[in-house]
C-alpha cells in the first residue's frame, strides 16, 4: 500500500529535483518519494540512537574519567603531532 500527499518545496529545491531526476530517467515522483524514505530511515536510526544512550544514561552506565581521558589525549596527541 501506498500514501499519496502534497509537499510544498522551493522553486529553487523543484527545479534542482526535476534536474537529479531527468539526469537519473526517473520521475520527479518517484525522487522525491526516494529522499522521503531516505530521510526517515536515517531519522528513525539517529532517535534509536539516541534512545538507546538515554536509557543506558539511565542505568547509570557512563564511561569512566580514565577512558574520556583516554580518548581525549589520543585526539590531543594526533594533533599536536600534526
Not at 31 to 50: D, K, P, S, Y
Not at 54 to 62: I, K, M
Amino acid at each position: 500500500m501506498t500514501a499519496a500527499f502534497t509537499v510544498r518545496v522551493s522553486d529553487e529545491t523543484a527545479s534542482k529535483l526535476n534536474r537529479i531526476a531527468e539526469k537519473l530517467d526517473r520521475s520527479r515522483a518517484y525522487m522525491a518519494a526516494e529522499a522521503i524514505e531516505a530521510f526517515v530511515e536515517q531519522q528513525e536510526w539517529q532517535l534509536a540512537e539516541i534512545e538507546a544512550g538515554l536509557a543506558e544514561a539511565d542505568r547509570g552506565e557512563f564511561a569512566s574519567a580514565e577512558d574520556v581521558a583516554m580518548v581525549i589525549g589520543k585526539y590531543v596527541k594526533a594533533t599536536c603531532q600534526s
